[in-house]
Structure formats: structure tokens, C-alpha cells
């Protein structure tokens, strides 16, 4: 028995050596042995030769399922006016008028809608090529070959048995250090020092929790990180992206008040740092709460205000309408774009699938998060620019730079209905194109008249 506990007081010397040596220490002051490095490259080279047997398989056993692509329909990329053009071009009909062979234009589009829309398909995991040895991943696997299974099998018991219990450890240090480490440099009074530690606190929790999910972060372009009295815009995929931004550097956060532990942490953030919390009341106030963000932007001396215009997570594949209310405010915007890597593990979060305690197991029995951030060149708007078109223009060049598509529709969708604007929108165009050809067409018709002898 004293052999038993021996064995088990030495194993727990050397995790304790592991996690606060080899992990938290070079954290705390954003260094990297490398372990993580190697142990991405070790899953490449895996997933390639899963890769490998997978498609083997599928031309040696014709039962085993073909992944579908992502998209089923190929879409026109043409506007309205072009494509019925080609619709009235391939009947002989001349524009101008209504013709009836226009309904088909509208009867293709809402098919094509109901078979496979743009917004549906944007609030559900993306799918991969191939298997990433994830039991989640692939709703269709059957037996290839023993090899195969034993690596899936070896995995479960790496993720499961090894990784979770590391990562829900640095998971649950790093929270406690956040709630006691702010409350304490809340006691002090305001001073530079006081912001420093304040500082100090946060990128040290941010960082030992971003090793407690194996995130592996590649920042690129960070002469265009957001400075102090900016506004700091990004795509959102999940709750994870405020922690792979705060890596790199401190943000006012902006957010509802909760109850429970993250009202907890909120309070305890909020004695150190001037984060923006609103009561569920004060949400429903957009006056209000423009108000409060102007005033933090107005004092140049706040840390940068971190939001997600989107409003809504997005499965990382698109970029969805930005609300104009973060660009109401005024000050430089600062776009950020965060591009995850499926392979290692998909960090959506589909909050009307899984809670955040479910999505938290799933994030920390994945591979690893692997992460591309881009800070863009800071923006700020045009003359004679409004707040939406501003907000359509950061959104285009989140999208552009981490090639993602860029959608005009609203995240609201997720759990509401179409708005009757976007319907008149549509009515409004087609009414245009009629009256914009008929008015052409009676211009040209009284110049054809010809002058009287």
C-alpha cells in the first residue's frame, strides 16, 4: 500500500512540476518552450495519414459515406437587374415592361432559399473534408481499419485522460487568479500603478487560460493594434475570441451584468478595470448606453472598448451584418479579424445546441485552438458616410482579409424572423429596374420623333 502511495505522491510532484514550470511560468510573461509547437506539427502529420486511409478506404469499401460539401446549390453571382436581363435575353423580350418570365427569377431564388439559405447553414458547425479523429465530426463513420481505430481510440484517451484534466486545472488557476488578482489591485487607489497591475492581472489570467485550451495564437500586422480611446471591432465565433485577443493585449470589456460566478468575475473585473456593464434595463436604452461608451472613448487615457457588432456567434465561415451602434459612437475603429483552424477542433458555439458548460467540455476535449488574428489598419469615417455604411465597410475588410464571406443578412435571424424591410428592399429594386427601363425607353422614344418640316 505505502509503494501505492508513493507511486501516486511522485506522479503528483511531477504534474504540479508540469503545470507550474513547463506551463503557467512561461505564460505569465508570454513565453513558449515549444511544446505546443511540436505538438501541433505531431497532429498534422496524423490527421494527413487519417486523411490518407479514410479516402483509401472509401474506393476499397464503396458503403463507406462520401463527405457532402458545404454547399449544395451554385448560386448566380450576378445582381437582379443581370440575371433578368439574361432571363428576358434568352426569351426575346425586351426590357421595359413587366413580363411574366420574371417570376421565375424570384420562384428560382426562393427555392434555392428554402433547400439551402446563406443564414441557416451560418449557425451550424462547419464541415470539414475530411475526419479530424473526432468522434463529433463525423456523423457517418464506420469501420476502416484496426490502425485507424487504435489512433481514434488513443486519441479519446490523450484528450479525455490527459489533456482535460491539465486544461480544466490551468482553466480553474487562471479564474481564480483573475477574481482574486483584480480584486486585490482594486483596493488601490487610482494611479498609474494601479493601471499597470491592473494590466499585469489580466494578460497573465488571459494567458494561463488560453494554455489551459492548447490555443496555439499567430498575430499578424501588430503595428495595427488598438490603442487606448479606440474602438476594437471583430468577427465573432465564440466567447473564446475575447480570450485570444486579451492575449496580446488589455480591453474594456462590454457586456451585460450576469449573476452566478460570471457575475462574480464581472464585479471583481470591474473593481480594477473600468470595463462597460449594463443592467438588462439599460440594454433596451440605446441612448443610454451610447452615452457610456462615448464617454469612455472620450477619455483617451481607457483602455480600447472590445465589441462584436455582429451580435451573435457565426460559425466561422462568414461575416454577418455589423449593428450600426458601435459606429454611432465615433473615434477610430480598430478591425480585427479571428480566423480558427477546423481541423484541431470547432470553436462555434451553437448556443441554442449547448450551454456554455457543455461547449467549455467540448473546447477542452478538442485537439488544440489554433487561431490567425490580423490586426487591419485603423479606420474612421468618411464625409458624407453614415453609420451603416461605415459599419458595411469594416465588415467588408474583416471578411476580405480572413476570407470569409461577407453577408448582408442579420445574426438576429438565428431566433427571429425576416424583417419586412429586406422584403421591401427587394420590391423597391425590381420596381426600380421596371420604371428606371420604361423611363429610358421614353427618352429614347422622343428622341426617334422626328422634327416637323
Known sequence: ?????????????????????????????????????????????????????????????????????????????????????????????????????????????????????????????????????????????????????????????????????????????????????????????????????????????????????????????????????????????????????????CYAMVGQVHGGLLGVIQRSMLRSCPHVWFERSEMRDRHAVTSRLRAHVAAKTKLPILIFPEGTCINNTSVMMFKKGSFEIGGTIYPVTIKYDPRFGDAFWNSSKFNMVSYLLRMMTSWAIVVNVWYLPPMTIQEGEDAAQFANRVKSAIAHQGGLLDLAWDGGLKRGKVKDSFKEEQQKMYSSIIVGHNRLGSEQGCGDVPEEQ
Not at 70 to 96: D, H, V, Y
Not at 125 to 140: I, K
Not at 194 to 221: M, Q
Open 1 to 249: 500500500m505505502e509503494d501505492v502511495w508513493s507511486v501516486a505522491a511522485g506522479v503528483f510532484q511531477v504534474w504540479m512540476f508540469v503545470v507550474l514550470f513547463l506551463i503557467m511560468l512561461p505564460a505569465m510573461f508570454g513565453l513558449s518552450l515549444g511544446v505546443t509547437g511540436v505538438y501541433i506539427q505531431i497532429l498534422v502529420k496524423i490527421l494527413e495519414w487519417a486523411t490518407v486511409r479514410i479516402q483509401r478506404g472509401q474506393q476499397e469499401q464503396p458503403s463507406v459515406p462520401i463527405p457532402l460539401p458545404n454547399g449544395i446549390i451554385e448560386r448566380a453571382e450576378g445582381s437582379m437587374e443581370e440575371e433578368l436581363e439574361q432571363l428576358r435575353s434568352s426569351r426575346s423580350l425586351a426590357g421595359g415592361e413587366f413580363a411574366l418570365s420574371d417570376v421565375f427569377y424570384f420562384y428560382k431564388n426562393g427555392l434555392e432559399s428554402i433547400v439551402d439559405d446563406q443564414v441557416t447553414q451560418r449557425f451550424s458547425s462547419e464541415e470539414l473534408a475530411s475526419w479530424n479523429l473526432l468522434t463529433r465530426t463525423n456523423q457517418n463513420f464506420r469501420y476502416i481499419s484496426l490502425r485507424l481505430t487504435v489512433i481514434w481510440g488513443l486519441g479519446v484517451f490523450i484528450r479525455y485522460g490527459v489533456l482535460f484534466p491539465l486544461r480544466l486545472m490551468l482553466a480553474i488557476i487562471g479564474l481564480t487568479w483573475l477574481v482574486l488578482g483584480t480584486t486585490l489591485v482594486g483596493c488601490l487607489s487610482e494611479s498609474s500603478v494601479k493601471n499597470w497591475l491592473s494590466e499585469l492581472v489580466h494578460l497573465t489570467c488571459y494567458r494561463i487560460c488560453a494554455r489551459g485550451l492548447s490555443a496555439t495564437i499567430t498575430y499578424h500586422n501588430k503595428e495595427n493594434r488598438p490603442q487606448k480611446g479606440g474602438i476594437c471591432v471583430a468577427n465573432h465565433t465564440t466567447p473564446i475570441d475575447v480570450v485570444i485577443l486579451a492575449n496580446d493585449g
